[in-house]
């Protein structure tokens, strides 16, 4: 069974302070792993695809990267916008397109 | 503009009712998706079409039925709404199964509250 852990679950950081957030995955062939991120009463907005391991992906502060059994969202000097749920997910090579989330991280930036 | 549009946004509605929620995608995408999301936790696949006539229950088992008739609209339907279906309700569309274009875009939401 496909699974994806995120943590932490919760995260406050200062405007500026870097961090960065751990989606940990078990899956039957990766066929893509996805990030994205979700404001409160809103659907998700896609950020990233990575497919195979050392891949990485940039845009504005944040970067993803994917290993064999994690993938991680760098979050540089962030702003209070930065402020929302990301949101990890996994499709399998056997899966068709279906894609298996996790619970999320929601981050909070303070001015 | 290509996009994907939810109606309605927010529904409060009766035990016992009938309610359909509309899901439409200007992309031309062949794929469609419906997701449950309860707050603070993880989206649940509930029903999911791969074309025209193609429909198949997700991994959350659901009383929920959709309907495929047109590539670009994908409704899902309660024939008698109870209090455990309030939920948020997400529906997404993608290109394709297969890299590129196998990201999937998520329309707004539904809010669906059941009194």
């Known amino acids: 069974e496909d699974q994806v852990t995120q943590s932490p679950e919760a995260l406050r950081l200062q405007e500026g302070e870097s961090s960065s957030l751990n989606c940990s995955y078990t899956?039957?062939?990766?066929?893509?792993l996805f990030w994205y991120r979700q404001d409160p009463g809103k659907g998700p907005e896609f950020l990233f695809t990575?497919?195979?391991a050392g891949e990485e992906k940039e845009k504005e502060r944040l970067k993803a990267t994917l290993t064999k059994k994690e993938s991680f969202l760098h979050i540089t000097a962030p702003k209070p916008e930065d402020s929302a749920t990301y949101l990890c997910?996994?499709?399998?090579?056997?899966?068709?397109?279906?894609?298996?989330f996790g619970e999320g991280t929601q981050l909070t930036v303070n001015p | 503009e290509a996009d994907i549009y939810q109606t309605p946004r927010y529904l409060v509605i009766g035990t016992g009712k009938k309610i359909t929620l509309e899901c439409s995608q200007t992309?031309?995408?062949?794929?469609m998706y419906w997701y449950q999301q309860d707050p603070g936790m993880e989206l649940h696949l509930i029903h999911y079409?791969?074309?025209?006539?193609?429909?198949e229950k997700g991994d959350l088992s659901s009383e929920s039925t959709v309907s495929r008739i047109r590539t670009e609209h994908f409704p899902l339907t309660l024939e008698s709404a109870r209090p455990s279906h309030t939920s948020q309700y997400l529906c997404?569309?993608?290109?394709?199964?297969?890299?590129?274009?196998?990201?999937?875009?998520f329309g707004p939401g539904t809010r669906l509250t059941v009194l």
């Open positions: 899956v039957s062939g990766l066929r893509g």
């Open positions: 079409s791969y074309g025209v006539n193609s429909t």
């Open positions: 992309m031309g995408h062949d794929k």
């Open positions: 997404a569309s993608s290109e394709s199964e297969w890299a590129p274009g196998n990201e999937q875009f």
């Open positions: 990575l497919y195979s």
């Open positions: 997910a996994v499709q399998a090579k056997t899966s068709g397109s279906r894609l298996t």
